[in-house]
């Protein structure tokens, strides 16, 4: 079982739908969960990270936390074509730097 | 700088060689990370820097490869006898404090091909 898990896609949404990114992952014990986006050719940039169970909320960003179920979500409101990209979850076991998943392709057409 | 710096963008080389990449952090970030990513792969973590000291080095692939960090700022990557399945895009990133309390900030990379 890999450590975090993504489906890799493509995730097909139409302009303006909210697109849903999934993420889960092995270790109980995890503590942070990050949120990059990634553009063909490109390097990582993060979106935002989460530590408490719940949502946070950034702008068209939500991120969500489940610890019990050991899952992390990214949606994304009024999704736009340039949100087109690959979603890379990464996480903070406390054994070592972040592990990544290998990332969700987003297509959002217009 | 404003952001990570690495450099060379690119690398061509050939099998065989030792090669070195750089990566200068945010100034003021203690932590300091190299990852590789393989076309149309996820990031491979390959080695973590807290200050001038490597509490993880556990994802470097061979003995072939070696990083060491100087006044808690530069890195240089090395790779050694250079073979092909090490051509990918090197990535460095650096964040304020150890990982997991503070986001990763990523550099352009570098990718390195091996002919």
């Known amino acids: 079982q890999k450590e975090v898990e993504q489906n890799s896609g493509p995730l097909s949404v139409p302009e303006g739908a909210i697109a849903s990114l999934n993420c889960t992952y092995s270790d109980r014990g995890s503590q942070s969960f990050f949120w990059y986006r990634q553009y063909s050719g490109k390097s990582p940039e993060l979106i935002m990270f989460?530590?408490?169970?719940g949502d946070k909320e950034d702008g068209r960003f939500t991120a969500q936390l489940n610890k019990a179920s050991q899952y992390v979500s990214l949606l994304i409101r009024d999704s736009q074509p340039s949100d087109s990209a690959t979603y890379l979850c990464a996480v903070y076991t406390g054994r070592r730097a972040l592990t990544f998943g290998s990332g969700t392709r987003l297509q959002v057409q217009p | 700088g404003a952001g990570v710096s690495q450099s060379p963008s690119n690398k061509v080389t050939e099998k065989g060689k030792d090669v070195e990449l750089r990566c200068d952090p945010i100034s003021g970030h203690t932590a300091l990370y190299w990852y590789r990513q393989s076309l149309g792969q996820g990031l491979e973590f390959l080695i973590y820097f807290q200050g001038n000291s490597a509490p993880d080095k556990s994802g470097l692939p061979s003995d072939r490869f070696s990083a060491e960090r100087t006044g808690g700022s530069v890195s240089t990557l090395t790779i050694q006898r250079t073979q092909q399945e090490d051509s990918a895009v090197y990535l460095c990133a650096s964040s304020l404090g150890p990982p997991g309390n503070q986001p990763q900030h990523f550099g352009d990379g570098t990718r390195l091909s091996i002919l």
């Open positions: 989460i530590y408490s169970n």
